[in-house]
């Protein structure tokens, strides 16, 4: 009998949200336009950027030089005179000028210091420090080239150093950004939903008709958190395979399987917690207030962003406690570095004993608040 009541609460559930058109629009919006705008529009790749060149030089090492810089890290360079420069990079018509200074092969050969200038538009920043790595890799790498290929051998160095880039080999951001976007949509949009609904059921006075039911709180925050989460499991799944695999072409290392049922146990914990905002709040502004104050230091701090590493020592400490640090990191583990259970049961662990812990807390303030509107 139990089970044919929660059947029907968390059916209900379903049909409020079907009938909820911008919130079900926002939810498949957010897990399609936003998870592909956001990682192909802020790439941190170099493509396409505009690169001019002055050869007073014009040697065969500069003209090799030059020709190392191609697309699609680089358009293909303009040579331009040195009276060109200023009037190019005001107008920002390039944003990389190198300048080849006179003998500058010859000075080479002799062993004799020389200089190249690199003149870098930094109103782009980010552009600007990676291009400016890029060019040095790129003379760092040239120069010795055209040299040791002139020799029948190469003089023999004490050291090689052979780097060799792990699950993203090509260092493409998209790898990173898809991924992250869904682990932070997961989080917003199931607080949001979940919170959404307890104010929509007071907003409506239908709060009221459930309590002279024979239901209990756990049974309605139980269909409240599970339909409502229901519907962003099946958003991430639907944005995985189709937006992140299809539409992207992001490789996924791990078990799609074994990420949905990490995503299903954090779903508990971000239910408890939209439950928990909306006991909190009397209004759906109030609770998007709560939202902003709660959910976005959530995760900025869950290692999406900033690897926990990376942050001072107590902070690293305090976000243990948090199971958006864990969903974040199981969820780069399978699906980047392509972990398995074996790798990621602690974080699954973490999960459920804190979203546990979180749901019982939810709960009672829940049936408390229920008691009082009784």
Known sequence: MRGRVFAALFWKELISLSR???????VVYAFTVTVYS??????????NASIGI???????????LIGAFRPPQFQTPVLMSLPEIDPDMAAARRTFVIDFPPKFEQDLRAGRPTEVQILIDATAMMQAGIGASYIQSILSQEIPRFFN?????????????????????????THFSAIGAITLNVTMLAVLLAGAAVI?????GTLEHLLAMPVTPLEIMLAKVGANGLAILAASALSLFLVVRLMLAVPIAGSPALFLLGVATYLFFTGALGVFLATMARSMPQLGLLFILVVIPLNLLSGANTPVESMPKLLQYIVQFSPTTHFVSFAQAILIRGAGFDVVWKDFVAILAIGGAFFLVSLARFRAQLEAAG
């Not at 909820?20 to 926002?26: D, I, W, Y």
């Not at 002055?54 to 090799?64: A, G, I």
């Not at 929509?200 to 409506?204: A, D």
């Open 20 to 26: 909820e058109t911008f919130l079900a629009g926002f």
């Open 38 to 47: 956001q990682a192909t529009g802020l790439t941190h790749d170099l493509n």
């Open 54 to 64: 002055v050869d007073e030089d014009q040697s065969p090492l500069t003209e090799r």
């Open 149 to 173: 290929s002139e020799k029948s051998a190469t003089s023999a160095t004490p050291v090689s150093l052979v780097t060799r880039i792990a699950f993203n080999p090509n260092l493409e951001s």
């Open 200 to 204: 929509r059921e007071r907003e409506h």
